[in-house]
């Protein structure tokens, strides 16, 4: 059944509560469409002049400014600069998110939170180069380390792979074009960190970006020095069932 074929009515749902050390408790609710993964937003609204397509536009982005006129990115997250633009990013906060699966509760400094929570916006903008991403905000993991962003990019590239051969396309088993799929995205986060320049903000959202890019820069270096076959041990239950015995 493809996508159009497919009928839900069912949100996919993230909230975000951010806990400060004063009291204060601020809420992101998030909704997403359960098919396209899209974020649900409330309407139309004027936009800032920082959000148009034209500032500081992506070199690797591909949508004509005649038909966009915003960059979808940073309509989504107006909200979220407007919030944050004002506090330091390695202040303490406890923050709790909640998915319909389960809840998570961390204390981490700001930048970790913001980052955490504007990795689903930047995905589900509509950007196309974050559009390859979209299968791990469906699994979306909280706080995930380094490694375990490693791990879960990597599976995931994997299995976009199989589903090429099932649809008969040429996969890319060796993963060589993953590299370059994180060097794209290091591209847009770069080309993001110098949009929110423009704003006055202070560092907490700059730096979240910079943990976003840091984390792409670690897939892209994974990849390129090989490491992924570190990971092997992991598996070495499959190997042991093509053993003779």
Same mark, same amino acid.
């Given at each position: 059944m493809n996508d159009g074929e497919r009928i839900s009515t069912n949100k996919?749902?993230?909230?975000? +509560?951010?806990?400060f050390k004063n009291g204060v408790e601020k809420e992101f609710n998030i909704e997403l469409d359960s098919v396209t993964l899209n974020?649900?937003?409330?309407?139309? +609204?004027a936009y800032p002049e920082w959000t148009k397509l034209s500032c500081? @536009?992506?070199p690797n982005c591909i949508l004509d400014k005649r038909q966009h006129e915003f960059c979808p990115i940073a309509v989504n997250m107006v909200d979220i600069i407007d919030y944050f633009s004002n506090l330091v990013s390695n202040e303490s906060v406890t923050v709790i998110v909640?998915?319909?699966?389960? +809840?998570? &509760? @961390?204390?981490?400094?700001?930048?970790?939170?913001?980052?955490?929570?504007?990795?689903?916006? &930047?995905?589900?903008?509509?950007?196309?180069?974050?559009?390859?991403?979209?299968?791990m905000v469906r699994f979306h993991l909280p706080f995930a380390t380094i490694e375990e962003t490693k791990y879960r990019?990597?599976? &995931?590239y994997l299995l976009a792979q199989y589903f090429l051969y099932k649809n008969g396309n040429q996969p890319d088993?060796?993963? @060589?074009?993953?590299?370059?799929?994180?060097?794209?995205?290091?591209?847009?986060? +770069?080309s993001f960190y110098k949009r929110l320049r423009t704003v006055e903000v202070k560092d907490a959202t700059l730096k979240a970006v910079i943990v976003l890019d840091i984390f792409a820069d670690s897939v892209n270096?994974?990849?390129?020095?090989? &490491?992924?076959?570190?990971?092997?041990y992991l598996f070495k239950g499959y190997f042991k069932n093509l053993e003779v015995v």
């Open positions: 996919i749902t993230y909230n975000y +509560k951010f806990i974020l649900i937003q409330a309407g139309n +609204k500081f @536009k992506c909640t998915a319909e699966e389960r +809840k998570y &509760m @961390k204390r981490v400094t700001l930048q970790q939170g913001v980052s955490s929570l504007i990795g689903i916006y &930047m995905v589900t903008s509509g950007c196309p180069i974050l559009e390859q991403l979209k299968p990019a990597i599976s &995931m088993w060796d993963l @060589k074009k993953l590299a370059e799929a994180y060097e794209n995205i290091t591209l847009v986060n +770069k270096f994974s990849i390129d020095s090989r &490491m992924v076959d570190e990971l092997d």
